[in-house]
């Protein structure tokens, strides 16, 4: 058998709830909809984790991270990334020739 070995993957019942209703707004950003998504289909049904990625479209690897960061820091880290390193860019007005 090749890759990581199946486990039994469990959701809390506060982040199945407000997983579900995420998903039910409609304004969800698509990132974070996917996100809930990989996380209430692995839950619920067990998937395997290869069958699962075609389901939603994203590398095997992606759900294992997505799962993973829920395991280890809870729903908000599994739903969104965590900040960047470095400055910010900024942008400043166009110079002309007479500046």
């Not at 799962?67 to 809870?74: S, T």
């Amino acid at each position: 058998m090749r890759g990581r070995p199946a486990d039994k993957f469990e959701l809390k019942r506060k982040d199945r709830v407000f997983l579900r209703e995420l998903l039910h707004q409609g304004k969800t950003p698509l990132r974070i909809a996917r996100r809930a998504q990989i996380l209430l289909d692995r839950a619920e049904t067990q998937q395997q984790v290869t069958r699962l990625a075609e389901k939603v479209g994203q590398n095997a690897s992606t759900i294992w991270r997505v799962c993973e960061r829920y395991r280890q820091f809870g729903l908000q880290a599994a739903l969104h990334d965590a900040p960047r390193s470095g400055h910010p860019h900024a942008f400043s007005p166009r110079r002309t020739q007479s500046d």
